[in-house]
C-alpha cells in the first residue's frame, strides 16, 4: 500500500469516526438533555447520557464486527469476479 492510500485511508477513518460521534452527540443529546435552566447536567441526565453513549458505542461495534465479517466473506468472490 502506497503512502497516498495509506493516507486516504487515514482520512476515510477519521472521517467516519467523526461522522459516527456527531451522530452518537447529537441523538444522546436529544434524547437526555431536558433544559437549560442549570449551568450543569442533573443526575438523571448524566445518568441517561452515560447509558445512551455506552449503548451507542456498542452497537457501532457489533455493526462493524457483522460488516467485517461479511466483507471477509465477500473478498474471494470479488477476487473471482475481478479475475474472471
Known amino acids: 500500500m ?4 495509506k493516507l486516504s485511508a487515514a482520512k476515510n477513518e477519521i472521517a467516519a469516526f467523526s461522522d459516527m460521534y456527531n451522530r452518537m452527540l447529537k ?15 442533573s443526575l438523571g441526565e448524566n445518568t441517561c447520557i452515560d447509558r445512551c453513549v455506552g449503548k451507542y458505542t456498542e452497537t457501532q461495534a457489533k455493526v462493524g464486527e457483522v460488516m467485517s ?12 469476479w475481478v479475475e474472471g
Not at 502506497?2 to 492510500?5: G, Y
Not at 436529544?30 to 450543569?40: A, N
Open 27 to 41: 441523538q444522546c443529546f436529544e434524547k437526555c438533555v431536558d433544559h437549560f435552566h442549570d449551568s450543569e447536567l
Open 69 to 80: 465479517k461479511v466483507t471477509a466473506q465477500m473478498q474471494p468472490a470479488q477476487a473471482r
Open 2 to 5: 502506497s503512502n497516498q492510500q
